[in-house]
């Protein structure tokens, strides 16, 4: 594993478990929001595509996402592995109701300065609108990516629950060669 996507719904916890395998692998790790949003009231950063496709041609990273539909053909053709947490909904809804909360109370600064507030909450884009009614499309679009012959060889590993993440995470850490990591294409 050098070139590694971590995919999945809002909630599931892809930056968490792409942070954590890039320290284990000694992966730069890339954070798609903060690339993405460049500046104040959620701006898309305007060097956005450019910055992305720099990173991904590099021989090795982790980026913590699905990518947005500008870079997402390139990400899946650079990426030799891709890392799908398909948790159950209501494991991502718990997560990103828990996450939006703390966020909107703490008032926590995020991704080019920005902040989630009350009143996005009323937004359907506002992840956990987001994530409930995306979630099944989400996974659809995923599970297309992965079988799509142009991709081919990608390894994917898919993680149906945080038990089956949290196992294989731990499995990654006992390997000596993690060139040679998990040759598994589904993990339950």
Do not use: C
């Not at 954070?31 to 949003?37: F, G, I, K, V």
């Not at 021989?59 to 948790?87: C, K, M, N, Q, Y």
């Amino acid at each position: 594993m050098r070139r590694v996507l971590v995919v999945g719904i809002s909630g599931a916890g892809k930056s968490t478990l792409a942070r954590t395998l890039g320290r284990l692998l000694g992966l730069p790790f890339h954070e798609m929001d903060a690339l993405h949003y460049g500046g104040p009231g959620w701006a898309v950063s305007a060097t956005f595509a450019e910055d992305t496709a720099r990173l991904a041609g590099t021989d090795r990273w982790i980026f913590d996402s699905l990518g947005p539909p500008e870079v997402r053909d390139l990400l899946w053709e650079r990426a030799d592995t891709v890392v799908w947490l398909d948790h159950p909904r209501h494991v991502v809804m718990r997560r990103v109701l828990l996450r939006s909360l703390r966020r909107s109370l703490l008032r926590e600064r995020l991704f080019g300065g920005n902040r989630e507030s009350w009143r996005e909450w009323l937004r359907p884009d506002h992840p956990a609108w987001w994530a409930w009614s995306q979630y099944r499309s989400r996974r659809a679009a995923i599970a297309r990516l992965a079988g799509d012959a142009r991709f081919a060889p990608l390894r994917v590993i898919r993680l149906r629950g945080p038990g089956a993440a949290a196992s294989w995470l731990r499995a990654q850490e006992a390997r000596p060669d993690v060139d040679q990591v998990n040759q598994v294409n589904q993990v339950d």
